[in-house]
């Protein structure tokens, strides 16, 4: 697809179309005539012609001048005016043609730069277009491998918080369990220190009644009854 590199809707490469002026050729060629032409007259009305004197020294006789000599005078130097003109003419239109294909030279110069200008600065928006995808797309890649890493360090943190609760609460039922028997062993060794203390308690001996005179003694019973 071609793109205009002079399209004002591009954002991202503007190139400022070429301003096509008009050529002062013509100008110039008019001013260069009407310098010759006005120079060529100027010689014209200066020039003169001084009158011829004839006869002896005594008498000294004045002759007009010859009535078709200013006549030939002024054809020559028409003549010559033409000839001036016409040779400036072709030295300004020589000039004209010379100053023209410059111009033309200048100016495909300046449409070729621009082109190449334009041309460079595409190859450029493309390239930097072409770096930017790739940027993104390994941005999108880190960011993906980021996001698979956290979910992999969350997985494993969970099992690890599970495996320790778990073990926590053996440990607790453990603990809880040997609390227990000791409680059990403790209340049993109450239970039978208390039976102890009982029967310390009832296990008391009688009274021994000293026996009657003319009577037969009875010895006290020695053992203790144990409830």
């Known amino acids: 697809m071609t793109q205009n590199p002079n399209d004002p809707q591009r954002k991202d490469t503007y190139v400022e179309p070429v301003e096509r002026r008009g050529s002062p050729l013509p100008l110039i060629i008019g001013i260069l005539l009407a310098l010759a032409v006005a120079y060529f007259v100027a010689q014209y009305f200066m020039k003169g012609d001084a009158p011829v004197t004839d006869g002896d020294a005594a008498v000294t006789t004045t002759t007009p001048p010859a009535t078709d000599a200013p006549a030939a005078t002024a054809a020559e130097n028409a003549e ?12 300004a239109a020589e000039a004209a043609s010379d100053a023209g294909a410059a111009a033309g030279a200048a100016a495909e110069n300046a449409a070729d730069d621009a082109a190449a200008a334009a041309g460079n600065a595409v190859d450029a928006a493309e390239t930097a ?7 993104a797309a390994t941005a999108a890649d880190n960011a993906a491998t980021a996001v698979e890493n956290a979910g992999q360090a969350a997985g494993t943190a969970v099992e690890n918080a599970a495996d320790s609760a778990a073990t926590a609460a053996e440990n607790a039922a453990d603990a809880a369990g040997q609390a227990a028997d000791q409680a059990a062993d403790a209340a049993a060794q109450a239970a039978d220190n208390a039976a102890t203390a009982v029967d310390d ?25 144990t409830n």
């Open 80 to 91: 010559n005016a033409a000839d001036a003109a016409g040779a400036a003419a072709n030295d």
């Open 129 to 135: 277009a072409d770096n930017a995808a790739d940027a």
């Open 201 to 225: 308690a009832i296990s008391v001996e009688e009274p021994t009644t000293p026996p009657a005179s003319g009577t037969t003694t009875t010895p006290p019973a020695t053992g203790s009854t």
